[in-house]
């Protein structure tokens, strides 16, 4: 059941038995059922997520109501609404799952007393460089192509899993505009 959290856990940091061992013992394991959010509008975010099972969603609902995707998740991943997280403030976003999942939940309080046990539990934080990451696909820096290019070389499997609006939406671009990309990579 850890083996997931485990490996991830050791990416961020070389932690040793014992320390995983602490880390472990301070998740919470939450079933989570499609639709269902982990964190709502105005809620003030105060718990990372890690991605066991399931799909998630990071999005805002704009002004002309329409969603527009901050981030995808997928398992192996952590999630968490970092404006909200880092301000302790009332979130703008929504993570909302899109099928059925399990994550573990890892509060900000645990964190923090993680860290008091020993500052080695700081590598945790990179949880928070690994989310905001996900993010560069929004960029402006990047062509449409470029974007589409990437994310297939860093993650092919959101494609198969999340619908093309979603994916549209995470790139910053119109749904036409990633059909027109994908017919010319496939010609």
């Not at 970092?82 to 899109?98: L, R, V």
């Not at 645990?110 to 046990?117: A, P, R, S, Y």
């Not at 290019?149 to 990633?178: C, D, R």
Request: net charge negative; with cysteine; proline share 4%.
């Amino acid at each position: 059941m850890y083996e997931q959290v485990t490996a991830s856990i050791q990416k961020l940091g070389s932690f040793n038995p014992e320390q995983v061992s602490q880390i472990l013992s301070r998740l919470k394991h939450r079933v989570v059922k499609k639709d269902e959010c982990l964190i709502k509008e105005g809620q003030v975010c105060q718990s990372f997520f890690f991605i066991n099972q399931g799909l998630f969603r990071h999005y805002i609902v704009k002004d002309d109501g329409e969603d527009a995707i901050l981030n995808l998740f997928m398992p192996g991943e952590w999630a968490f609404e970092y404006k909200s997280f880092m301000s302790q403030q009332p979130s703008e976003g929504i993570i909302q799952a899109f099928v059925d999942g399990e994550v573990f939940v890892l509060s900000a309080w645990d964190f923090h007393e993680l860290v008091k046990i020993s500052d080695g539990f700081f590598k945790l934080g990179h949880i928070m460089e690994l989310t905001v990451r996900n993010q560069d696909y929004q960029s402006n820096r990047l062509t449409p192509e470029q974007k589409y290019e990437q994310l297939l070389a860093s993650k092919p499997e959101m494609v198969q899993y999340f619908p093309l609006k979603y994916i549209a939406s995470y790139l910053g671009m119109t749904p036409e505009t990633l059909s027109r990309i994908r017919r010319k990579l496939n010609s």
